[in-house]
């Protein structure tokens, strides 16, 4: 199983400027149609522990990954979503190992 996943555990009391901010670098990213990008991301919100949120960010490979952020797109919308945040943002890295789809 090859694969890799980026979790983004933050926290914001800008939620909807935070959905606004990743459905125009979406969209952009779209228009633009080149270089890497996720084969899924998802944001979550902590039902538990309001004002906290994890965004997991899917791709094919560890290097897909990488080039996704060394892109400067990429750095820019992180620089602004961190200007949205309540906070440093917390990174985990994991290669998948096993995944079950329904």
Request: hydrophobic share 35%; net charge negative.
């Amino acid at each position: 199983m090859a694969g890799f996943v980026q979790i983004i555990e933050y926290r914001t009391s800008k939620p909807d400027e935070v959905a606004a901010l990743n459905d125009e670098f979406r969209k952009t990213r779209e228009a633009e149609g080149d270089g890497t990008a996720p084969a899924l991301a998802l944001t979550g919100a902590d039902r538990d522990d309001p004002g906290r949120f994890f965004a997991i960010v899917q791709f094919g490979s560890y290097e897909e990954a990488m080039e996704n952020s060394n892109r400067a797109d990429t750095s820019e919308f992180a620089a602004k979503m961190m200007e949205l945040c309540d906070g440093p943002a917390k990174y985990y890295n994991l290669d998948v190992v096993q995944s079950m789809d329904s």
